[in-house]
């Protein structure tokens, strides 16, 4: 497994597993502590794992936490996604930059996503499972949401998006996300 640093984003790490195949599919390591420490993360901090499933063309988009904000490694275990980082850390050199990635189940490829970016994704395969690793137990008063379709951001999103939460569907921009 290869962690390779995102140089678009400052923190963002992108880990490169190596899937053995054969006849009877493959098995690929998704998780190394040693590697996540290689790169300065440390493996102990995460305590939350989530999933999520989405069908073609379902938008969950872009959301971050408020105060310390929340770390996460994010995986396609299944299907394909096409997955996407805005950097929102104002004391970031990399502030307000974006990076996209296509994350797939055949790949196994992790990003970790720093505390204080915004990360949401659309579901390009008729089924797409996104797995998660999580730094803080969750807080519902510290979710924040922005637009997916927020035109200073200009996402561009591969479908047209199918379906999405109303707390997506009502999110407020960018502008408006950064003055809370």
């Avoid at 299907?79 to 196994?108: C, H, K, N, Y």
Wanted: proline share 8%; glycine share 6%; charged share 25%.
């Amino acid at each position: 497994m290869k962690a390779i640093p995102v140089p678009a984003i400052s923190g963002l790490i992108l880990f490169q597993p190596t899937p053995h195949r054969d006849e009877r599919g493959f098995f690929s390591r998704t998780f190394d502590a040693d590697v996540a420490r290689s790169v300065g993360i440390d493996p102990d901090a995460f305590v939350q794992d989530s999933v999520s499933r989405s069908v073609r063309g379902v938008v969950r988009a872009m959301h971050l936490r408020s105060g310390a904000g929340e770390a996460k490694l994010v995986r396609c275990s299944f299907g394909e996604v096409f997955d996407v980082v805005v950097d929102l850390r104002p004391e970031s050199p990399t502030f307000r930059a974006m990076e996209t990635f296509r994350l797939s189940g055949d790949t196994q490829v992790s990003i970790y996503i720093p505390a204080g970016c915004a990360h949401g994704f659309q579901a390009l395969s008729d089924i797409a499972d996104v797995s998660y690793r999580i730094d803080r137990v969750h807080n519902p008063d510290e979710d924040v949401s922005i637009a997916y379709n927020d035109l200073e951001l200009a996402i561009p999103w591969p479908l047209p998006p199918t379906l999405m939460s109303e707390r997506d569907k009502t999110a407020p921009s960018l502008a408006e996300a950064l003055q809370t």
